[in-house]
């Protein structure tokens, strides 16, 4: 395991260096602020309004930051030769995958706590006063949701070798089920087979990203969900993620390092 977290621990160093989670952040508090100064009215619905786009925009780049950080790890490797010098060592592909992704993910995680942490201290300003619990619910849902679009990214840098082709579908792929996802089976049952059977076979497929979607307790300041089917979520976004790494380890012991 020590291979694993050091792997970890460099992936987070290089993404700090690197400047899409600045970008990123300022673009955040900049809408954040905006929401701030729209409570200067007292118009509640506006807020809520503001609030929603700050926090939408927070998923958005979580979404971006997953995904573009995880597509490149493997290629980034590849070309700078260190892949071939990293699997030299007692180093095991396993590893690799593993100390791959758990760099991202935490650093994700990383990120995630600066933007709410921003977002929250300016919410708190106004409000006067935050439901703690909702929020570490909506938090720590989200961070384990991105468990599944890095694990995505990385298996998906082994089918295409252009870092941007992998980001783009990935991408596509996890607004299309967080949008979309949950209505696909509603549309399956309006449909002439077989493509209601199928398309309800994708529905039950795909990891549903939108279940982690809680951000409707910020927003109103409604109660905490069940903390049951909170752990039920959290397991639900490992058992996925680790189901992909799986997958993508397979295909990274068959295929050849060049």
Known sequence: MRAVFTLAHLVIIEMVRRKDIYVLFVLTALLTLIAAAANIF???RVVRYLKEISLTLIWVSGFVLAVTSAARQIPAEREARTLFTMLAKP??????IAGKFLGCW???????????????AVALSRERSLDLAGWAQAISMHWFMLAVPVALALAGSLLWAAPSSNSTLTLVAC??????GRHLHKVALGL???GATLLTLVYFTIPHLELFDIRDLIIHRWPPVPWVFWLGAL?????YAGMILTGAWLMFRRRPLN
């Open 235 to 239: 397991l639900y976004a490992a058992a």
């Open 91 to 96: 180093v095991s592909r396993w590893q690799f």
């Open 175 to 180: 607004f299309g089920i967080w949008l979309l």
């Open 42 to 44: 007292d118009d509640t």
């Open 192 to 194: 002439p087979e077989p």
């Open 106 to 120: 935490l650093a994700c995680g990383l990120a995630l706590l600066v933007f709410y942490a921003f977002f929250g």
